[in-house]
C-alpha cells in the first residue's frame, strides 16, 4: 500500500538519497504541463485517459534541468520512492513505478518469521522455493495491487506531496492503472489459490489471507470507508498488513495457521502502527488540505513522533514479556538487545526533528525491528508450545 505515498520500509531510500526531488517543468506548451491539464479535468475511473503513453524520453545523454536525470533519480524511479526521475520514463518504468518495490521488502520479509513460528521449516530445495513463491505473492502481486489501489485514489493528494508521481504528472492514463489494479489482483489471488493447492490445505487459508489483504487495501485508499481518513484506524491497518499478513501466510505454507500466532501478530502489529506513523510526516501539507486526519496532523510532528516511538517500544517490550513468560529466556533477552538500538536511534533523530530524520531514523532503526521479528518467530517455532 502506498498509504500516503509510502510504506513503511523508507529506510531503502536512505542508499539512495543522493538528490532532492525535482520540479516538473512549467512552461505551459510543455509535454508535461499538458498532460497534467489533461489529468485533471479526468474526473472518473472510467473516462478518458489523459495521457495513454509515457512522457516523452529526454537526451539520454543529459538530465532535466537542475539535478534531474540522474542515476539516482533513476533507481528512485524504478523503486518508487520520493525524488524521482520526471522525464525519462518508459511505459513500463511507469508500471513497476506505480507498484513501488521499495515497499515490497517488509512483506517479503514477514514471510520468513511466519516460516520460523510454523516450526516445519527446513533447509530443502522444496522449501525455499516455496518460500520464494510465497515472496512473489506477498511482494510483486499483493503489495503491487495495494499501492496501484492507492496511487489511483491518492491522485489529488499526490499532485500536492509528490507530484512527479506517474498519475499527477500526467505520464500514464486512468485506464492503464485500472487495468493494471485488476491484473495484479487476479495473478495473486491466482497465485494464493496454486499455493493452497500445491500445500494440500483443505481450507484455502492463503487464499483467504489474500483476499483479506486485498479488501483492507481497497478500504484503506477508496471511499467511502477510506480508513486513512483517521490515523488511528489507518496506520493500524498498514501495521497489520506489514506484520500479521505477510507473517501467517508464511506459517501457513509450512504448518496450520492458529489462533495463538493471529493474535500474537495482530498484536504485534501495533508496533507497526508507530512504524506506519512515520511515512505520515512527509505528507502533512496534502493531507491537511485534504481533510485526512493523520496523526502528525491532529498532533503536530513531535506528538506524532513520541506517539510513534512508544508505539514501536512498548509493544516490542510486550511481545519479550510474552516470551519471557512463556519461559524462553534467551529469545526475550535476544528482542531486548534489538529494541535498545532502536531506542537509540529514536532519541538520535525521530524525536529531535522528524520532519528531516524520517529517513534517517527508517534507514537505522527499521533494521533492528525486522530482526525481532525473527527472533519471535524462531521463539514460537522452536518452544513446541504453539
Given at each position: 500500500m502506498s498509504q500516503n505515498g509510502g510504506g513503511y520500509p523508507r529506510y531503502c531510500s536512505w542508499i539512495a538519497h543522493l538528490t532532492m526531488s525535482e520540479k516538473i517543468p512549467q512552461d505551459?506548451?510543455?509535454?508535461?504541463?499538458?498532460?497534467?491539464?489533461?489529468?485533471?479535468?479526468e474526473p472518473s475511473i472510467g473516462e478518458g485517459a489523459a495521457s495513454e503513453e509515457a512522457a516523452p524520453d529526454s537526451d539520454p545523454g543529459k538530465g532535466s534541468p537542475g539535478t534531474g536525470g540522474s542515476n539516482a533519480?533513476?533507481?528512485?524511479?524504478?523503486?518508487?520512492?520520493?525524488?524521482a526521475e520526471v522525464e525519462s520514463r518508459s511505459i513500463w518504468q511507469l508500471h513497476l513505478q506505480l507498484m513501488k518495490p521499495v515497499t515490497w521488502i517488509p512483506l517479503v520479509w514477514g514471510l520468513i518469521p511466519g516460516a520460523a513460528s510454523s516450526g516445519h521449516f527446513t533447509w530443502?530445495?522444496?522449501?525455499?522455493?516455496?518460500?520464494?513463491?510465497?515472496?512473489?505473492?506477498?511482494?510483486?502481486?499483493?503489495?503491487?495491487y495495494t499501492q496501484t489501489v492507492?496511487?489511483?485514489?491518492?491522485r489529488e493528494i499526490d499532485a500536492i506531496n509528490e507530484p512527479y508521481r506517474p498519475i499527477p504528472s500526467g505520464a500514464i492514463s486512468l485506464q492503464r492503472v485500472v487495468i493494471q489494479i485488476w491484473v495484479l489482483l487476479i495473478l495473486g489471488l491466482g497465485l494464493a489459490y496454486a499455493l493452497d493447492w500445491y500445500t494440500g490445505h483443505d481450507f484455502p487459508v492463503i487464499t483467504c489471507i489474500a483476499l483479506a489483504g486485498a479488501l483492507i487495501a481497497y478500504i484503506y485508499s477508496a471511499p467511502p470507508l477510506k480508513l486513512k481518513r483517521n490515523g488511528w484506524l489507518g496506520n493500524y491497518a498498514l501495521g497489520a498488513s506489514y506484520i500479521a499478513l505477510p507473517w501467517w501466510t508464511g506459517h501457513a505454507l509450512f504448518g496450520e495457521l492458529?489462533?495463538?500466532?493471529?493474535?500474537?501478530?495482530?498484536?504485534?502489529?501495533?508496533?507497526?502502527?508507530?512504524?506506519?506513523?512515520?511515512?505520515d510526516f512527509k505528507s502533512i501539507e496534502g493531507d491537511r488540505q485534504f481533510g485526512l486526519a493523520s496523526l502528525p496532523v491532529m498532533f503536530g510532528a513531535m506528538g506524532a513522533a513520541w506517539i510513534s516511538a512508544l508505539m514501536i517500544d512498548l509493544f516490542q517490550f510486550g511481545m519479550a514479556s510474552f516470551l519471557l513468560g512463556a519461559g524462553l529466556k534467551l529469545y526475550a533477552a535476544l528482542l531486548v538487545l534489538l529494541i535498545i538500538p532502536q531506542i537509540t536511534f529514536q532519541d538520535m533523530y525521530l524525536l529531535r526533528d522528524p520532519l528531516n530524520n524520517d529517513?534517517?531514523?527508517?534507514?537505522?532503526?527499521?533494521?533492528?525491528?525486522?530482526?525481532?521479528?525473527?527472533?519471535?518467530?524462531?521463539?514460537?517455532?522452536?518452544?513446541g508450545l504453539w
Open positions: 505551459p506548451s510543455s509535454p508535461e504541463m499538458a498532460a497534467e491539464m489533461a489529468f485533471a479535468a533519480q533513476r533507481v528512485r524511479q524504478l523503486l518508487g520512492m520520493k525524488g530443502t530445495w522444496e522449501n525455499v522455493a516455496l518460500i520464494l513463491v510465497g515472496m512473489i505473492l506477498a511482494g510483486p502481486l499483493m503489495t503491487g492507492n496511487e489511483y485514489y491518492d492458529n489462533w495463538t500466532v493471529c493474535i500474537l501478530t495482530l498484536i504485534y502489529s501495533l508496533a507497526g502502527l508507530g512504524i506506519a506513523v512515520v511515512n529517513v534517517k531514523y527508517q534507514a537505522s532503526a527499521q533494521p533492528f525491528l525486522v530482526l525481532g521479528m525473527l527472533v519471535v518467530g524462531l521463539a514460537l517455532g522452536r518452544s
